[in-house]
């Protein structure tokens, strides 16, 4: 029995082992470094059975991703931005509520890109990498700048897409991220809008 359980547990366990913070979060007491770079982006996820949704940035060196937790920028779905496709749009359906997610790192400044999309439901993680089919480089860059406020858009993912739906969409809603930084007192510093281009 208590073997059953573990097993069961195992895959969660496992999961939660590897939802370690990636970089030091704001809190009340942040304020913005010269040396450091603060990033702002939106997250909601659309899933059918998922759990939870996880995005990840990573910074590049070279043609590839640092593995430095502090050059990593890692958000997971919170109850709010974690969108159903069961009953979308009908009285009671799930989603009434639910809204684009908002997440701010401090993290080092640098080039970065869109590294990959996980999700998390009946005891499975799928991984959804980023890369161009033909290099195998990343996609997605972003110049992260030193002393400022980065803010790099909202991502829509769509975990199981229909036909011709892509699977990640990127767009802004600033007013929307302002008012998630106002509930940080005293980061205040310099805004930048960050051109990210999804690609195909």
């Keep these: 029995m208590l073997k059953a359980v573990f097993w069961r547990l195992a895959p969660l366990l496992l999961l939660t082992g590897c939802l370690r913070p990636a970089e030091p979060p704001v809190t009340a007491e942040t304020v913005l470094q010269p040396t450091k770079a603060i990033v702002v982006h939106g997250f909601v996820c659309l899933a059918f059975s998922e759990t939870m949704c996880t995005i990840e940035f990573g910074r590049l060196i070279g043609d590839g991703f640092s593995e430095t937790d502090s050059q990593r920028i890692y958000a997971a779905t919170r109850p709010e931005n974690l969108l159903r496709y069961a009953g979308w749009g009908l009285p009671g359906a ?105 690609e195909p």
């Design 94 to 198: 799930p989603n009434v509520g639910k809204k684009m997610g908002y997440y701010a790192h401090v993290v080092e400044p640098g080039p970065y890109a869109l590294k990959l999309f996980s999700t998390f439901g009946n005891s499975r993680t799928h991984n959804y990498f980023l890369a161009s089919k033909e290099t195998n480089r990343p996609f997605a860059r972003v110049d992260v700048e030193a002393g400022k406020i980065n803010y790099l858009g909202d991502f829509t993912f769509n975990s199981t897409p229909f036909k011709d739906q892509p699977r990640v969409i990127h767009g802004e809603d600033r007013p929307a991220a302002e008012a998630y930084l106002a509930t940080f007192p005293k980061l205040t510093g310099e805004w930048v809008v960050k051109p990210v281009r999804i």
